[in-house]
């Protein structure tokens, strides 16, 4: 037997990854956009920020950061007024140009190789408004591959905005090829059910696949080593600088991403308001006060950890609901079922 043929099929070789946790703060950036999308639909900036903490004066000043539960609560406001239909997040999405990110998109464009472009680009995510966790690997085709997986977004934003995710991706890169050869897309996965209704999908003139494992782009696997039209390797230096400066000022968080990882490093078990506020050498009152300004509660948090544990458990293992409400400290497994519902909209099997 030939050694060709003894040899293990190829794995697919992960080049670079983003931040597994979305829950970092940004720019405002983000948030304008949004709201002018809700202001086509005849939605008030006051709307869309009820509850979020944010005061509407200050949206254009380019030093105010705000926390990733701020903005949660910004696009959860828009969903419940004009609803969330399939394509709503790739119609938002395709207005995130490269200029909405600031340095971080600067960094982009001067990258000597799109596979410098890859690794600052995920390198530097926490930079950007994304939720969902990138990755770009080479697969066992040798296709060059952008995942997208939203398995830790809240269920009920999750595919608004893992859609939003995809399309600003999609949009910047053709952006950075403006011009120039055209970037080679082969096929678009969505890790999604197909719609059925709601707004009609762009059309990328590519493959189109739905209930995909995750949210994937395929291109050529040659487009790595493809130079980037715009690229200045001086310039890419010092922006990668600037980049680094602005992590290490934001590295820090808000109250809710401290809450929210001790309720994740404790299976999404909350020890109570009180209990919680003084590990977090605070009242209790404070701390509620704390998570209202940075658009979300005590509860909103369990709610949305609980609900990410539990989604993860039920892809790894096969269990009643019973057995996941024990699992999770429920009385008995109605009282699970309720929870789920909940959360979700839906019913655990």
């Given amino acids: 037997m030939s050694p060709v043929a003894d040899a293990e099929p190829a794995r697919p070789h992960v080049i670079a990854s983003g931040f597994d946790d979305w829950d970092f703060p940004r720019t405002t950036a983000g948030l304008v956009l949004l709201l002018d999308f809700a202001a086509t639909r005849g939605m008030s900036a006051v709307a869309c920020l009820a509850g979020s903490g944010i005061d509407p004066d200050t949206l254009h000043d380019p030093d105010l950061l705000v926390e990733a539960s701020q903005e949660l609560a910004v696009v959860r406001n828009i969903l419940r007024e004009v609803g969330s239909p399939p394509g709503l997040g790739l119609e938002v999405g395709s207005h995130y140009h490269l200029t909405t990110f600031g340095i971080y998109g600067y960094a982009l464009i001067s990258s000597p190789t799109v596979r410098d472009m890859v690794e600052v680009g995920l390198r530097y995510a926490a930079l950007t408004f994304a939720f969902s966790r990138i990755t770009g690997e080479v697969d066992e085709l040798g296709r060059f591959v952008l995942r997208m997986r939203g398995h830790r977004i809240p269920?009920?934003?999750?595919?608004?905005?893992?859609?939003?995710?995809?399309?600003?991706?999609?949009?910047?890169?053709?952006?950075?090829?403006?011009?120039?050869?055209?970037i080679p897309l082969r096929q678009v996965d969505f890790g999604f059910p197909e719609p059925s209704g709601g707004l009609p999908f762009p059309d990328y003139g590519v493959p189109v696949r739905y209930g995909a494992p995750t949210t994937a782009l395929y291109l050529d696997g040659d487009y790595l080593d493809r130079p980037m039209p715009h690229g200045n390797p001086h310039t890419a230096q010092v922006c990668r600088r600037l980049c680094d400066r602005l992590l290490a000022q934001r590295s820090a968080g808000g109250v809710a991403k401290a809450v929210r990882e001790y309720l994740i490093e404790n299976g999404g078990v909350g020890p109570g308001v009180e209990h919680l506020a003084r590990r977090l050498h605070m009242s209790s009152r404070t701390l509620r006060r704390k998570l209202s300004a940075e658009g979300t509660t005590y509860r909103r948090l369990i709610d949305d950890v609980r609900l990410t544990i539990v989604q993860d458990t039920m892809r790894r293992e096969t269990l009643s609901a019973a057995e996941l409400a024990q699992r999770f400290g429920y009385a008995e497994g109605s009282s699970f079922v309720r929870a789920f519902r909940r959360w979700t909209g839906e019913t655990a099997q």
């Fill in 155 to 182: 269920a009920d934003v999750r595919r608004f905005l893992v859609e939003r995710d995809c399309a600003a991706i999609i949009v910047m890169h053709r952006h950075m090829f403006e011009g120039s050869d055209p």
